[in-house]
């Protein structure tokens, strides 16, 4: 019955190396999305899911940056060698259509690219 | 696609003083969703009201209430009798439709002081 959980909720990296962000959205929640939001910087969408499948991809920023999700739960950001400009929080968010299009979002996964 | 304007950057009121935050949206969708969300220090987005583009009847809950012009295309948020703990970054964030995503404004910083 928890809200959207994000993990890990730090993540201090070195650049180059990749990093995996994972969200499980609240249970029964058929849409998610990925949210950026860097220091002094607005909220950024990344991503979108309908169940498992991707129908918006336009703020993906590079093709460093990829997402999956798998049986229709639990999702995972992935950012291959990281960059000091991906520093920032990761906000994952979940939907339940039948609800009527309220988005409640996790506490953020902080990464920090040293 | 969407555009919000939220033009206060920051607002500071003493303690027991009604603040009101406005936000200004653009859209071509006919219809669309209007949101309010408040992100306190400590990071999460906490969902505070939705408004449907279709019912611009204003209502007040608790020390909340909003102001929807769909003819200025503005949303305003108002806090009556602010405490300390309003104390946040709120955004207002538009939705063109079901499948879409939010789009969020830069946010106004609110400062309730003793």
């Known amino acids: 019955g928890a809200g959207v959980s994000q993990s890990p909720s730090n993540k201090v990296t070195e650049k180059g190396k990749d990093v995996e962000l994972r969200c499980d959205p609240i249970?029964?929640?058929?849409?998610l999305y990925w949210y950026r939001q860097s220091l002094g910087q607005g909220l950024e969408f990344l991503i979108y899911?309908?169940?498992?499948?991707?129908?918006?991809k336009s703020g993906l920023p590079s093709d460093r940056f990829s997402a999956e999700r798998t049986g229709g739960s639990v999702s995972t950001l992935t950012i291959q060698r990281t960059q000091q400009e991906d520093s920032a929080v990761y906000l994952c968010?979940?939907?339940?259509?039948?609800?009527?299009?309220?988005?409640?979002f996790g506490e953020g996964s902080w990464l920090t690219v040293v | 696609a969407q555009k919000v304007t939220q033009a206060q950057t920051e607002i500071s009121v003493v303690e027991k003083e009604d603040v009101t935050l406005d936000c200004v949206y653009e859209?071509?969708?006919?219809?669309?969703?209007l949101f309010w969300y408040k992100q306190p220090p400590s990071g999460e987005l906490v969902f505070l009201i939705r408004?449907?583009?279709?019912?611009?009847q204003n209502e007040i809950s608790g020390r909340y209430s909003w102001n929807f012009q769909k003819s200025t295309s503005s949303f305003n948020f108002t806090i009556t009798a602010s405490q300390v703990v309003d104390s946040a970054v709120y955004f207002c964030?538009?939705?063109?439709?079901?499948?879409?995503?939010?789009?969020f404004g830069t946010g106004t910083r609110l400062q309730v002081t003793l």
């Open positions: 968010a979940s939907e339940d259509r039948a609800y009527g299009n309220t988005i409640y």
């Open positions: 249970s029964g929640h058929t849409a």
């Open positions: 899911f309908q169940g498992n499948s991707a129908p918006d």
């Open positions: 859209t071509r969708d006919t219809t669309y969703y």
């Open positions: 408004r449907n583009s279709f019912d611009e």
């Open positions: 964030a538009p939705r063109g439709g079901a499948a879409s995503k939010l789009t």
